[in-house]
């Protein structure tokens, strides 16, 4: 069920800033950052830097209480699948045949003596958050409406976004209204130029055909230089200086806060133990079979589900996940889903040997790290 997201954080919120989770030292930034001087005061924002890295800004508490999650029903009753004979060796061939080398004269000649499911289950909780940072911008200056201090900046947090749907990562960077301010250009001082980089702003450099003397080999004079020894810079056509890049010639800048807003989708797994042999990483690309879905503001743990396990890590990822991102970001919607994932362990005899294979996943992949006959070459 989606429920309204709280939002009334009250209207006080950004005029005293609770401060910036993660500060980083204004020595990180480069050369060409702005000095910390060319930026005014703005209530609510006092942490903001050029060039982001200011960290998150915590969300306030809200002025009201969260909500109490409801209890969830208990899950549907359950039935484990199982496969064929049939379908475990159709998968098995297909298997082999993906794989350029193998010969498929295991899965022909294979005789399979037994079949056993280790079916186990997936608890995944996956937690939707919007986090927001600041960081101090800037653009030449051509015009653009200049509205710091004509009225107080809303907080941070006060600003409307459009969030998009549950669990789809966005991005949405907002210019703060009433922060944007007109400034001299601090890389040209307000010039509109810099001195030229290739010749160091003398318009000039040694001529490269007599390399400065002027004359050629003997008492001839450089014709490329007419014996001047120096030839005009071609960077800068002569003049010694460039248009400078940071506000493209303007002498000014438009000095004004971001607010960068981040969606995204936080997501952690538990596979409950299943003994059969097959290593926990090859499930996480299979899908199994739905048992239980929930998603709503903030979900409540797991109850009374058949595997203990389960419902102890629905319990601890929930703890952990409210715990860990209501810090930083604030919480939309939490989804949890217990799946049951089907894994056949076959065991088939070829050429007097035992041998195993898995197949497990809705995909029906399968495993075969004992596959007796790896290069068709060598087995004939
Ligand atoms: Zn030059
Ligand atoms: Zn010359
Ligand atoms: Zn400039």
């Given at each position: ?24 030292p ?41 909500p ?9 009753s ?29 899965v ?22 919007e ?5 101090w911008?800037?653009e030449?200056?051509?015009g653009?409406?200049?509205?710091a201090g ?20 966005h ?18 001082l ?18 490269w ?6 004359y ?48 995204s ?15 926990v990483?090859k499930l996480e ?6 048992l239980?879905k929930?998603?709503?503001y ?11 396990s ?29 799946e049951?994932?089907p ?14 294979y898995?197949?497990?996943?809705n ?18």
């Amino acid at each position: 069920m989606e429920r309204p997201i709280v939002s009334d954080y009250g209207a006080n919120y950004g005029t005293v800033n609770p401060g910036y989770g993660l500060p980083v030292p204004a020595s990180t930034h480069g050369p060409s950052a702005p000095p910390a001087n060319m930026f005014d005061t703005v209530p609510g924002y006092e942490g903001t830097v050029a060039g982001g890295g200011g960290g998150y800004l915590p969300p306030p508490m809200p002025s009201v209480p969260m909500p109490v999650p409801e209890q969830t029903p208990s899950p549907p009753s359950w039935n484990i699948p199982s496969i064929s004979e049939e379908r475990a060796r159709e998968a098995f061939a297909t298997y082999v045949s993906s794989k350029c080398c193998y010969s498929s004269a295991p899965v022909k000649e294979g005789v399979i003596t037994n079949l056993e499911s280790f079916n186990t289950y997936r608890y995944r909780l996956e937690t939707f958050t919007e986090s927001r940072s600041t960081e101090w911008s800037q653009e030449p200056y051509t015009g653009q409406p200049v509205d710091a201090g004509v009225q107080p900046a809303l907080g941070p947090w006060q600003i409307a976004a459009q969030p998009p749907a549950f669990f789809q990562e966005h991005k949405q960077t907002i210019r703060v209204p009433y922060t944007s301010s007109v400034k001299n250009c601090h890389l040209c001082l307000g010039m509109g130029r810099n001195p030229c980089t290739t010749c160091a702003g003398a318009g000039n450099k040694v001529c490269w055909v007599c390399n400065g003397s002027g004359y050629r080999q003997t008492d001839d004079r450089c014709s490329h230089c007419n014996g001047r020894g120096r030839e005009n810079c071609s960077s800068c056509s002569g003049s010694g200086s460039s248009q400078c890049d940071t506000c493209r010639g303007k002498r000014q800048l438009l000095v004004f806060i971001n607010l960068i807003v981040k969606w995204s989708t936080e997501k952690d797994d538990f596979v409950a133990q299943h003994l059969s042999g097959l290593q926990v990483e090859k499930l996480e690309n299979v899908s199994g079979k739905e048992l239980f879905k929930d998603a709503q503001y903030m979900v409540y743990p797991v109850m009374g589900f058949p595997d203990v396990s389960v419902a102890q890590a629905s319990e601890r990822l929930i703890r952990e996940h409210q715990g860990k991102y209501a810090q930083t970001s604030r919480i939309l919607q939490q989804r949890q889903t217990v799946e049951l994932i089907p894994i056949t362990k076959v065991s088939y005899m070829w050429k007097g040997k035992s041998h195993v294979y898995y197949v497990y996943g809705n995909e029906f992949k399968v495993n075969a790290d004992d596959y007796p006959a790896t290069c068709c070459c060598s087995v004939m």
